[in-house]
């Protein structure tokens, strides 16, 4: 089994403490209204990910490795797919954008002013939204 997750990666992403990304679980409806009011000091990102899906997995594990130091200024929100569909769903509607996933969408001033999906995710500039 341990070949397996480390080819695809562990369903308990909450286990893995080596990620450089400080991880905020987006696991309530109620954090969506959090984060909006956060965005209008901080930059903050929601990260849709799918832990059933292989390009999911990969381009997870990608951001992670591209994700730097000069980055912490980010709020890093993570939305598990499968879990938590229905709040998937809110953000599709709170923020106006189509589901995606992967997905990364940037929220300031408590709108979505970027998303990306797939391999687009990773030819993101984060510093251009400090």
């Known amino acids: 089994m341990s070949l397996f997750n480390n080819l695809f990666g562990s ?10 990304t400080q991880w905020i679980l987006l696991t309530t409806e109620n954090q969506l ?13 929601i990260f849709k990910h799918s832990t059933r899906c292989g390009i999911s997995n990969m381009v997870i594990k990608r951001f992670e490795s591209l994700f730097m130091e000069e980055f912490q200024f980010l709020k890093v929100y993570y939305l598990d797919l499968l879990q ?5 769903n809110d953000i599709a509607k709170m923020f106006e954008v189509v589901h995606e996933s992967p997905q990364l969408l940037v929220i300031k001033n ?5 998303n990306a999906s797939h391999n687009k995710i990773l030819e993101t500039n984060l510093s251009r939204f400090k």
């Open 84 to 88: 938590y569909r229905i709040i998937s």
């Open 11 to 20: 369903k308990d992403f909450s286990k893995d403490t080596k990620k450089k």
């Open 33 to 45: 209204e959090e984060l909006k009011n956060i965005s209008k000091t901080q930059t903050v990102l």
């Open 110 to 114: 408590e709108n979505c002013v970027y």
